[in-house]
Nanobody, 112 residues
Framework: VQLQESGPGLVKPSQTLSLTCTVS??????????WMWIRQPPGKGLEWIGY???????YYSPSLKSRTSISRDTSKNQFTLQLNAVTPEDTAIYFC?????WGQGTQVTVSS
């Protein structure tokens, strides 16, 4: 299974961060897979953001739930993270993850 993040590396404060994870080697509707987003702010540990399950159901971190949406495009075998109303505190490396499989990560900086 391979995962690859894509999206803008710079987002302005108050705007929406949108990242896409393209998956190969496994259908994102495969049973018992949870397709996750995780981030790591500079100098800090990993923070779990949320997931979309094989069924399409979603679950988000309580601390980010009000600003987060994860969706999928099964025709493209992709899933997407949207994080609204970003602030500089959302600056981080963002990873898409499934089981032991990690994307390489993509740096997102929130700055005007």
């Amino acid at each position: 299974v391979q995962l690859q993040e894509s999206g803008p590396g710079l987002v302005k404060p108050s705007q929406t961060l949108s990242l896409t994870c393209t998956v190969s080697g496994r259908d994102i509707t495969a049973k018992d897979y949870y397709w996750m987003w995780i981030r790591q702010p500079p100098g800090k540990g990993l923070e779990w953001i949320g997931y979309i399950a094989d069924s399409g159901s979603t679950y988000y971190s309580p601390s980010l739930k009000s600003r987060t949406s994860i969706s999928r495009d099964t025709s493209k075998n992709q899933f997407t993270l949207q994080l609204n109303a970003v602030t500089p505190e959302d600056t981080a490396i963002y990873f898409c993850v499934a089981r032991a499989y990690w994307g390489q990560g993509t740096q997102v900086t929130v700055s005007s």
